[in-house]
């Protein structure tokens, strides 16, 4: 490469003599100035060795493979017209008496003008060889065909990031503004929707990326539910909002968010309500190592507090927890591995760290799995709140949330019964203690959770795998997980005597038609790639759900999109003595009174009720 760019920069110094001289007169200047043509081509080369020229990867290559070929043309140029001017002066002269070059100035930029465009055109020259005639013929059965849905800024970043790495034929851009339709981005034609379908049907398409980042959810709703027709992958740029928090990068293509697919757009939070427990306090949150407690403690960190102390009874789950939390502040955390049962432990990281607000959310919530295992649930739900919730009223803090779940209204299972009793803990500590603030924050599915239908699903899609649903008809609620917290951090905030907070959760979603589309946006076709299998309702689960014991008990509150209810409550001496039974019951280990005290605290509870 060195040659060639030594023979590109003679030719440019012998155009430039060309331009500046008479042709007759070429050869005669040329011998006078020789000495000073070899010097400045010395330089020039000696300038592209030191720029680090040739360290840059030709087929990668972007811009700044022209700003560092500028730079070493000029530096090339100016220290020769520097060396020059310093030889002509009156103090080199004097003593070395060195024969100036002579080399007219105007020779000297159009020479670094001419060298510059030659050796810009070789190596664009070299790339497009390389890149169109080797390596992309070879490649070319690797090609993924995709067309990109929007041709805005994001959409030529994303263009630029896959023509960079070389596995995609991008065919079109698509776009709904009428505006674009017609034009040309990076040569591409800009299409509509419909041109768009007409293209695959003539030359089937692998995927379409969707590169619309600021779109809301309802929209972005609406544009998945065209690409569907096209029975083709559908990826996506995260989201604005993913973008800001520092969960994804601008350029990151990622499966199509299930938020997407449910059209539910975040109504920006009260900032008022989400610092007022937490900027500069000491926070406590129970279960840190769950996928609720690991985004609630990552809220809790955008927003300043003094300390953040994690307990968590999984000892892999608390590890990865503080690396990832760690990465997010600088803020004081506190790993702890232990249990909400030992009363010793909370009391004691309740007093070392003067903890003022506490999130309540380590809880077993799997229903099959507590079905199996009542006692162990009883044990860790119930038990553990009201350990929990001893030991808070012997501290300084001041504010406790329990998160909740929509299992606990009328419940079928254990688990849902064993929510609802500890929150009839918290509704009766309230009531003993007005100037302490208790809360609860019952919802529903969250998205991407552990033990949500929507990894498993996901996960079946992947190694082709029958789908499995439980029933045809199946309902449930969901919610993105960082709506979810920050309502609950907003709804504590709310919580003065022991409210039962609901949180809006939108329409009921069928998981059925919730697999079909997972499956239609990788590009998959229902009952013929993948096969749905209905497995039947397991124990204690039920066909809906519902977040209300009583409707017509709902208030609204000042966010519209959290009710308050006050859900009833037996009074405070039975309530002490059933679960006094309950816990003596559960220490001798004996299942057939815990659970019949469980029915006497719940009489709701009613296991046919899912069937």
Partial sequence: MLLFDAVILGLSTLVAFAVRFEPSSLVYYYNELSEGIWVMLGMQLLALLVSGLYRSVLRYAGAELLMM????????????????????????????????????????????????????????????????????????????????????????????????????????FVDDNTKLQGGLLRGKSIISFSDLQNLHLNNPLDSVLLALPRVNHETRKKLLQRVRMLKVGVRVLPTADQMMRGTADVSQLQEV?????????????????????????????????????????????????????LIELNELALYKAEQALKRLSSTHIVPCLGSVCDSKLINNLLTEHNIQTVYHAAAYKHVPLIEENPLEGLKNNVLGTLSLVTECLKSKMSSFVLISTDKAVRPTNVMGASKRIAEMIVQDTARRFPERRFGIVRFGNVLDSSGSVVPLFREQINKRLPITVTHPKITRYFMSIGEAVRLVIQAGAMSKNGEVFLLSMGEPVKIRDLAIQMIELSGLIPEKDITMQYTGLRPGEKLYEELLIDPNQSQPTKHPRIFCSEEPLNDAKNLKKEINFLTEAMAQRDLSLSLDSMKRLVPEYNSNNGK
């Fill in 69 to 172: 070929l500028l730079r070493s043309i000029l530096l090339g140029a100016g220290f020769f017209a520097l060396l020059d001017l310093m030889i002509e002066s009156e103090i080199i002269q004097k003593y070395w008496k060195i024969e100036e070059y002579n080399i007219p100035r105007s020779i000297i930029v159009m020479g670094a003008s001419f060298s510059f465009l030659g050796l810009l055109s070789l190596r664009l020259a070299i790339r497009w060889i390389v890149r169109l005639h080797l390596v992309e013929p070879k490649q070319a059965q690797k090609f993924q065909r995709v067309a990109i849905y929007g041709a805005g800024s994001a959409g030529l970043q994303l263009f630029e990031s896959l023509r960079q790495e070389g596995n995609y034929n991008i065919s079109a």
């Fill in 257 to 309: 968010d299930i938020a997407d697919l449910l059209g539910r757009d975040e109504i920006a939070p009260d900032e008022r309500l989400i610092i007022q427990d937490i900027k500069g306090q000491n926070i406590l949150v129970t279960g840190a190592g769950g996928s609720i407690g690991m985004e609630l403690c990552s809220e809790i960190l955008r927003n300043s507090p003094n300390t953040l102390v």
